[in-house]
């Protein structure tokens, strides 16, 4: 065929015949890009066609809940054969369009709310799942071959040109739309509120085909959220343990935490145990972390110098706005967030990241994905992974990259520090460590290429739990590292495993440390070293700015 004869323009003329089929569908209802909620579904229905790709906006907060639900009320029998793209999938909804018959394929990264649902569904054969993936891969794959022809997205505001503000909550709504925008595709919002001047525009509305305003404002959660008062003792110790047997001897001054009361116990105590440390200045200056209402103490006694967000954190608003120092604020006095950009930054420009899961093997390979469960992973496995790219050195890149150093042919180079925090047991008295990890039987049973590990065990450098620290950068060779992870494992099966001298020889060397070998009195280790106790105590730090979720109002 000539270079005459070929059509080069297929996915504009789409476009254009979608938007034709939209006119023709709403005629006076359709005022500029707005169009009133009662007519959604007949946009859809327009606009979307049977197989396309559509990329629904569910993050780890935000959610695109009132386009969602419109999708699954679709019939069957017209729209059918949907590939969804997304990020979370959080919401019933999410789900239904499966159940329904609407769509058959997911590609997504984390599942939480729905991973029990979500492996039935799989297991029926409702659902063909692409990959899970971490959330950069999915965001990068919707500029290769992931590319949506539709996408649903959510916004605080829009004005009447179809503008968009998306206020603290951006998440992933920029990846989403650039992609779709400029691959001659469809972007529908929902907004919480139409008006005639936005406080800065997030989003312009070239990039945007079609607004409508939601009967109710989008549905955000409150995920960073961690009530101090159920933050135990063991918390405090490990936290202490990080703090000394880690963020002060790696000099860690950026870094990205895992959501939990692990890292919300270190979180809490930065002010008061790593003050009479004399940390501040030294260690924890610079995150990539959505605003967790436990760092407010940390904040606010100096540790903290500046935090860039994934997401926002419900009731946060006013003390962001205050703190623009801090935050990544605009000249309107609200954050803008972007998971794509922390998500990179906690890959190449942290430090450390330190997290929990809910399995760890004897390799140190870790897993959220558990008998009958598929949760996905989220960001974990981009902040948690040694970023092979890095070219720029700090202190504790290079100390790790010392310490991981033989058998590297004498050429130099960092290593991230990726610790995994967990209690060896969880909860219902589950171990944390087992010799086998369950993403294997997921696998097989769902038909997998590769069992789903959150975080391999050659980017861990450091297992902590109450028990100690274990440094597998130190290990000489496989059995070491296991019995370093046996040697912190305590009562589990995989603990009452080790051998007793060779644990014992790698605690000589420092492979493993207890408290005591950190100088650490666990007689310190009380509730009473955290800066907050409760959240009634959070707002205190916060001068009153901070205004937690009615759920959290426990007083």
């Known amino acids: 065929m000539g270079h005459s004869e070929r059509i080069w323009n297929r996915q504009q003329a789409s476009r254009a015949a979608r938007h034709a089929r939209a006119a023709a569908a709403l005629g006076a209802d359709l005022s500029g890009k707005l169009l009133p909620a009662a007519r959604i579904a007949d946009l859809l229905y327009a606009v979307i066609e049977c197989g396309d790709r559509v990329c629904l906006e569910g993050n780890n907060q935000k959610q695109a809940d009132f386009l969602c639900k419109a999708l699954a009320g679709l019939d069957a029998a017209r729209v059918n054969r949907l590939h969804m793209l997304q990020s979370v999938i959080a919401l019933p909804e999410h789900l239904d369009v499966f159940d329904k018959g609407i769509a058959e394929q997911l590609d997504f990264s984390f599942s939480g709310p729905q991973a029990t649902r979500l492996a039935r569904l799989v297991s029926s054969g409702r659902i063909k799942i692409g990959a899970i993936h971490t959330y950069l891969e999915l965001f990068g794959r919707y500029f290769i071959d992931l590319t949506p022809q539709v996408a649903l997205v ?12 998306t206020g603290p909550n951006t998440e992933d709504t920029p990846a989403i739309v650039e992609a779709t925008a400029f691959k001659s595709g469809i972007v529908i919002a929902q907004v919480n509120r139409i008006v005639d001047k936005l406080p800065r525009v997030d989003i312009p509305a070239d990039w945007v085909d079609y607004t409508v305003q939601a009967p109710t404002p989008n549905y955000i959660e409150p995920l960073f959220t961690r009530d101090p008062a159920q933050i135990s003792e063991i918390q405090v110790l490990m936290a202490m343990m990080a703090i000394k047997g880690i963020y002060a001897e790696y000099e860690v001054a950026r870094l990205n935490h895992g959501i939990g009361f692990d890292t919300a116990a270190i979180e809490l105590i930065l002010p008061t145990y790593a003050e009479s440390l004399g940390l501040r200045g030294k260690i924890a200056r610079h995150w990539a972390l959505n605003p967790h209402p436990a760092l407010i103490p940390a904040i606010e006694a100096g540790f903290v110098e500046s935090v860039h967000s994934f997401g926002s954190e419900l009731g946060m608003e006013d003390y962001i706005r205050a703190r623009p120092d801090i935050f990544f604020v605009g000249p309107d006095g609200s954050m803008r967030s972007n998971r794509a950009f922390s998500q990179a930054a906690g890959h190449y420009a942290c430090d450390m990241f330190i997290g929990s899961t809910l399995q760890i093997d004897l390799q140190g390979n870790s897993s959220t994905a558990t ?20 070219r720029h050195a700090s202190p504790a890149w290079l100390k790790a990259g010392r ?32 010799e086998r990890l369950d993403a294997w039987t997921l696998a097989e049973q769902a038909g997998m290429a590769l069992p789903p590990v959150m975080i391999y065990g050659d980017d861990v450098t450091h297992i902590l739990t109450e028990e100690g620290i274990a440094n597998l950068l130190l290990c000489r060779g496989e059995e070491e590292r296991e019995q370093a992870i046996r040697g912190v494992a305590g009562y589990t099966a995989v603990g009452l495993g080790r051998d007793k001298r060779m644990v014992e020889n790698l605690r000589d060397r420092g492979v493993i440390r207890r408290a005591e070998d950190l100088g650490i009195d666990k007689r310190q280790a009380t509730r009473d070293l955290l800066a907050a106790k409760n959240m009634k105590d959070l707002v205190r730090a916060s001068g009153g700015l901070y205004d937690p979720p009615g759920r959290f109002r426990n007083w």
Do not use: C, W
């Open 154 to 165: 959510a916004a605080e505001a829009a004005d009447r040109d179809g503008n968009l503000y």
């Open 371 to 390: 008998a009958g469960r598929i949760s996905g992973f989220g960001g974990a496995p981009n902040m948690g992974a040694d970023a092979r790219g890095r």
């Open 403 to 434: 310490e991981a150093g033989a058998g590297r042919n004498g050429m130099p180079r960092g290593q991230k520090l990726v610790v995994q925090m967990v209690e060896t047991f969880r909860e219902h008295m589950q171990p944390a460590f087992v």
